[in-house]
């Protein structure tokens, strides 16, 4: 069984950082990408950045600049540095991976984790 187990998260003030990590378990064969997504509180879950197992990377525009995404294959592990934060950077992060293990290829997701930002 794969799990993806995220952490990291907290109560930042506005132009804080943060770093949040992801990490991928259990019975992997291969990692392909990566992603973080987040959802505020009455809104839809969006797409915050992505990585290929190649190390491609592509961002939201509301995040680019600030945000940086990254992997450590060996490690079934994703990143997301978060610099100059705002408050309407204020979500539940989660994780994604598409991840072939023991039973097959599939997306699997994280628990979430709280990044509040405010003063």
């Known amino acids: 069984q794969v799990q993806l187990v995220e952490s990291g998260g907290g109560l930042v003030q506005p132009g804080g950082s943060l770093r949040l990590s992801c990490v991928a378990s259990?019975?992997?064969?291969?990692?392909?990408?990566m992603a973080w997504y987040r959802q505020a509180p009455g809104k839809q879950r969006e797409l915050v950045a992505t990585i290929a197992s190649g190390g491609t990377t592509n961002y939201a525009d509301s995040v680019k600049g600030r945000f940086t995404i990254s992997r450590d294959n060996a490690k079934n592990t994703v990143y997301l540095q978060m610099s100059s934060l705002k408050p309407d950077d204020t979500a539940a992060y989660y994780c994604?991976?598409?991840?072939?293990?023991?039973?097959?290829?599939?997306?699997?997701w994280g628990q979430g984790t709280q990044v509040t930002v405010s003063s």
């Open positions: 994604n991976a598409d991840i072939l293990s023991l039973t097959g290829r599939r997306d699997y």
């Open positions: 259990g019975n992997i064969f291969r990692s392909y990408s």
